[in-house]
């Protein structure tokens, strides 16, 4: 495991708990579930961040939550009274996606505005901001545009996707990627080296954290990850 710890492999994990049909039970569960494991956060939707937070009150573990999720169209005034909101009630970390329609259509200073703000409020309140791009709607050229920005308002991460990005196919079905290779290290390439990358979608097992790790990823979104650290302590005791 290149000498990473359980313990150190646990704190690339945002353990997720953003599928539209989680129940409040759930939610609670997934928490305790990030408490003993030690994960980074738990990353919970808007209206939980509360209750979460009490649950994870005495727990090295922090509350991570998502603003304009999952496709970014909020006005930035909404945008940014989300963070306030989310952040008075105990989150830590925010995950942000971007204006996808905006970066289609390569408005850069419409962009540039809205990370710049929320870099700004985060940040004033000592919390992480994480933007999310939707890469499997993206063309290369507007991943590393967003990684420009991204390093030019030193952002704490950028990350690929939100999980729910599904991309109509050929057949009429719907799919996606999630955390590609080739994503990864065009991200890594033409972000600062004080940008983490927070890799999301498809990070299964302890094979696929490591993999993402060896790209150039700090932070994973999963869901998987009683899976992905039961096996991590196997090795480990082996």
Sequence with gaps: MNSLSPAALAKMIDHSLLHPTLTDAEMAAGCELAKAYAVAT???KPC?????????RDANVSVCTVVAFPHGNSPLRIKLAEIEEVMARGAGEIDLVVNIGKVLGEDWDYLTTEIAA??????????????????????????IKLCEICSAHQVDFVKTSTGYG?????????????????????????CAPTVGIKAAGGIRTLEDLLRVRGLGATRVGATATTEILTEARRRAMA
Excluded: S
């Design 42 to 44: 738990a990353c919970v």
């Design 48 to 56: 939980f961040v509360e209750q979460a937070a009490g649950i994870l």
């Design 118 to 143: 929320a870099r700004e409020l985060t940040a004033g309140q000592r919390g992480i901001l994480k933007i999310i791009f939707e890469n499997d709607y993206l063309q290369d050229r507007h991943i």
């Design 166 to 190: 599904f991309v109509k196919q050929a057949n009429g079905m719907y799919a996606y990627h999630g955390a590609t290779d080739q994503h990864l290290r065009l991200m890594r390439a033409h």
